[in-house]
């Protein structure tokens, strides 16, 4: 209920900022970040994302760190 809230009143702000380019512009980037923000945020809380840096590793394939993959 209250992200369709939020996701209404975001369509309304983008609606009304679409003559304005920038604003339009901000504002859409605004939302995206926000959305990507807090995708991270919920899938660190239910534990889903790995928590240390060999478990991150582990979770993109094992690359190795020189420039050339030595």
Same mark, same amino acid.
């Given at each position: %209920?209250?992200? +369709? !809230?939020? =996701? @209404?009143?975001?369509?309304?702000?983008?609606?009304?900022? #679409? &003559? @304005? &380019?920038?604003? @339009?512009?901000?504002?859409?980037?605004? !939302?995206?970040? +926000? =959305?990507?923000?807090?995708? !991270? *945020?919920? =899938?660190? #809380? *239910?534990?889903?994302? &790995?928590?240390? %840096?060999?478990?991150?590793?582990?979770?993109?394939?094992? +690359? #190795? %760190?020189? &420039? =050339?993959?030595?």
């Amino acid at each position: %209920m209250v992200v +369709r !809230f939020i =996701f @209404y009143i975001n369509t309304t702000l983008l609606t009304l900022a #679409k &003559p @304005y &380019p920038v604003l @339009y512009i901000w504002l859409n980037t605004e !939302f995206l970040v +926000r =959305f990507c923000l807090n995708l !991270f *945020l919920l =899938f660190s #809380k *239910l534990h889903l994302l &790995p928590e240390t %840096m060999e478990s991150w590793q582990a979770f993109f394939g094992s +690359r #190795k %760190m020189g &420039p =050339f993959g030595e």
